[in-house]
């Protein structure tokens, strides 16, 4: 027998999942980013906070992204003069990845705003209860 919409654990995710989303996208819209250049963006940031230049592989697989999608959105990032993407010397194939200092600087504005717009959707929940639950979903056992 079929669940009504409102007793259907992927109903309501997929529900919860826009909301967020909606969230995201209004917290984002004033800084020039969408949610995935925000992702790749962010990530970069940190990457190069940790004394690291990632590639492209390395950056698409911490932010769980597509290897191609990445690529695409590198470049419009690039062309915001966001990141620079350098040939790797080690493997001529591959860029390696850094924030500008306008990236540099966009990066902890835009993580602050994101965390802020997290903290208003999530209000209802316990923020460890999220994270449990989450992780769990992300990163299912066997």
């Known amino acids: ?14 529900h919860a999942t826009l909301r967020w989303q909606r969230g995201i996208a209004a917290a984002l819209a004033p800084l020039g980013l969408t949610h995935v250049q ?3 963006l962010a990530c970069t940031w940190w990457f190069n906070t940790q004394g690291e230049q990632p ?8 932010a769980g992204t597509d290897v191609k999608m990445t690529s695409q959105v590198l470049r419009a990032l690039e062309a915001k003069g966001l990141i ?3 040939t790797d ?6 860029k390696r990845l850094r924030t500008t200092d306008a990236g540099a600087e966009l990066a902890p504005r835009a993580i602050a705003a994101v ?3 997290d ?24």
């Open 119 to 142: 903290a208003r959707f999530f209000q209802p929940v316990a923020v460890h209860e999220a994270v449990e639950l989450l992780g769990r979903l992300a990163r299912p056992g066997p």
């Open 115 to 117: 965390e802020e717009a």
């Open 84 to 86: 620079e993407r350098e």
């Open 1 to 14: 027998m079929a669940l009504a919409p409102g007793e259907s654990p992927g109903f309501l995710l997929w």
């Open 55 to 62: 590639n492209q592989l390395t950056l698409a697989r911490q």
């Open 38 to 40: 925000f992702v790749l």
């Open 89 to 94: 010397p080690a493997d001529t194939r591959a």
